[in-house]
């Protein structure tokens, strides 16, 4: 469930592009010009969804999938640990309290670790990141609206999206609600992401539109799960804050129980993503999405912040494919994350192969 970008110098050679290369049986997400003026089209190939009547589950199951801890990890002396969390972007203070809390579980029970191989320190920085208590997984099936939140381009409706798809091969009824009708494109890309899902799509343009939508939903026993993706904002901008208060104010006020998540893309720098951590979390956000950690270069800085600010991870997104970077998260794959070598870029260290083969 991957989505492409196909170009052209026209419409049609974008057109021609994307039919010879995909086929015609694909959902169109957007269409856009790119800074080289080129005509754009991001599309998806359709597909099967993976469930049926049969394997459905009851609405609302109280069952959740239980994390599966990583068994295949790679193996770290502390030294090396250390080594890779910097290469990611680990601030130092961050590092230090990770070291005190090791040496003092040894000087308080030295036995703890005497006879444990001197290469698993990353299953150790697992279980400091689970006393730190850094990771607080989305419910499989949330009984009050989630409304994701956040500054423009994070992924917010692609976000929503995985979160749909997730939900539906659950066997869970989705509603997605969009809030984003200003933002050029942003309702096509809603209607598209929502037409591929094969789920109900509402729009909500204004605030009384939206206190509508809460004296309907409060009315009737909803067993649809309710995700909302709100407008892109900006925390610099007093007219941005505004806005969303408006709507955060609006649930309050009809007493309707909604969760606002974070979304943040981990290729912010960590400064940006520390004043966005402290800024939601004064309007009630706890958890926060973290996407594009697949294609972030310091992903542990941005981690930090977001930490540091008081928040916690419920989510990361590293894969392009809205089905795939979904899974609940644990202490030992989170602490695989933090610590993968990103390396030299691919291309970098291709043209470094050619040139030894050539030499």
Not at 81 to 101: K, M, N
Not at 151 to 156: A, D, F, L
Not at 325 to 335: F, K, Q, V
């Amino acid at each position: 469930m991957a989505t492409h970008i196909f170009r052209g110098e026209t419409k049609e050679a974008a057109y021609k592009d994307l039919h010879s290369m995909a086929g015609k049986d694909i959902f169109i997400i957007r269409e856009f010009t790119d800074q080289n003026g080129l005509y754009c089209i991001e599309a998806a190939p359709k597909v099967t969804p993976p469930f049926n009547e049969d394997t459905k589950l009851p609405s609302n199951s109280a069952k959740q999938s239980t994390p599966k801890e990583t068994t295949d990890i790679n193996r770290f002396t502390v030294s090396q640990l250390l080594s890779q969390l910097r290469l990611a972007g680990f601030p130092e203070p961050t590092l230090r309290q990770f070291i005190y809390w090791m040496k003092r579980q040894n000087e308080q029970d030295p036995e703890i670790n005497r006879n444990l191989p001197k290469d698993i320190a990353l299953q150790k920085f697992a279980e400091y990141l689970s006393i730190q208590k850094v990771i607080s997984p989305l419910p499989a099936a949330p009984l009050t609206p989630l409304l994701l939140v956040g500054p423009p381009g994070s992924g917010k409706t692609v976000t929503a999206a995985r979160l749909c798809a997730s939900a539906l091969m659950q066997g869970e009824n989705v509603e997605l609600i969009t809030l984003d009708c200003v933002r050029t494109g942003a309702v096509e890309q809603s209607q598209s992401l929502s037409k591929f899902l094969e789920i109900n799509l509402i729009k909500i343009e204004n605030i009384e539109q939206f206190s509508n939508w809460i004296d309907s939903y409060t009315k009737q026993i909803n067993q649809n799960i309710t995700l909302i993706d709100s407008l892109s904002t900006n925390i610099y901008d007093l007219a941005d804050m505004r806005w969303l208060l408006d709507y955060i104010e609006a649930t309050e006020q009809k007493s309707l129980k909604i969760e606002p998540v974070l979304v943040l893309s981990a290729t912010s720098d960590a400064s940006t993503i520390g004043d966005y951590a402290t800024t939601f979390k004064s309007i009630g956000v706890k958890r926060v999405i973290l996407t594009c950690w697949d294609i972030a270069s310091k992903p542990a800085a941005t981690f930090s912040a977001i930490i540091d600010a008081g928040l916690q991870i419920a989510m990361i997104s590293d894969s392009p494919y809205l089905t795939s970077g979904i899974e609940p998260l644990s202490n030992i794959a989170l602490a695989q994350k933090l610590c993968d070598k990103k390396g030299m870029p691919a291309w970098l260290a291709q043209i470094g192969n050619i040139s030894n083969q050539s030499g």
